[in-house]
T-cell receptor, first 112, second 112 residues
Framework: SQQGEEDPQALSIQEGENATMNCSYKTSINNLQWYRQNSGRGLVHLILIRSNEREKHSGRLRVTLDTSKKSSSLLITASRAADTASYFC????????????FGTGTRLTIIP | DAMVIQNPRYQVTQFGKPVTLSCSQT?????MYWYQQKSSQAPKLLFH???????NEADTPDNFQSRRPNTSFCFLDIRSPGLGDAAMYLC???????????FGPGTRLTVL
């Protein structure tokens, strides 16, 4: 399977703390994306990082990419109850196949 | 607001009774995707369209068919639903294949 893996599978933290999720993948990529999914809803795109980038920020989100290790991390700073959701990484391989391969997801729970 | 709309949000069908799920978009994106997502799992790509070009995933069952009559609409037909087809079905679009995807809210399919 080309599916990526995320670590941890589940994470619970206190509101205000930082949350870090990791993603590993198997193939060479053009880009890596992070999505959020609230329970029973569709996915929402958070951030896209390209293979020639190492770090990217968007508001309280910080994403890093290490192509030599085929891994990425998503850091959410100063977490809020509304951040409770599942987070998925997704990769576009550089095979030019026009599609994303999603990781297994991390279930994040923020405790008020 | 530009968006991806899925109807119905909840669909109940009987074992073996054909069902059609619909997706529409006001984003005027070239690419449309159908995903199947089972509980606590990653979205699994069933097929996608680049304009009118249809791309089927190798492991998508023949029971699943799709139609894209125009840029705005895409349909998922399940010809003979089995109990194992109960899942959330997500439609997504992107302006450029492999880039940011915009998801609809999903259709939850129950098979009795």
């Amino acid at each position: 399977s080309q599916q990526g893996e995320e670590d941890p599978q589940a994470l619970s933290i206190q509101e205000g703390e930082n949350a870090t999720m990791n993603c590993s993948y198997k193939t060479s990529i053009n880009n890596l994306q992070w999505y959020r999914q609230n329970s029973g809803r569709g996915l929402v795109h958070l951030i896209l990082i390209r293979s020639n980038e190492r770090e990217k920020h968007s508001g309280r989100l910080r994403v890093t990419l290490d192509t030599s290790k085929k891994s990425s991390s998503l850091l959410i700073t100063a977490s809020r109850a509304a951040d409770t959701a599942s987070y998925f990484c997704a990769t576009e391989s550089n095979f030019g196949n026009e599609k994303l391969t999603f990781g297994t997801g991390t279930r994040l729970t923020i405790i008020p | 607001d530009a968006m991806v709309i899925q109807n119905p949000r909840y669909q109940v069908t009987q074992f073996g009774k054909p069902v059609t799920l619909s997706c529409s978009q006001t984003l005027n994106h070239n690419v449309m995707y159908w995903y199947q997502q089972k509980s606590s799992q990653a979205p699994k790509l069933l097929f996608h369209y680049y304009d009118k070009d249809f791309n089927n995933e190798a492991d998508t069952p023949d029971n699943f068919q799709s139609r894209r009559p125009n840029t705005s609409f895409c349909f998922l037909d399940i010809r003979s639903p089995g109990l194992g087809d109960a899942a959330m079905y997500l439609c997504a679009t992107s302006r450029v294949a492999g880039e940011e995807q915009f998801f609809g809210p999903g259709t939850r399919l129950t098979v009795l």
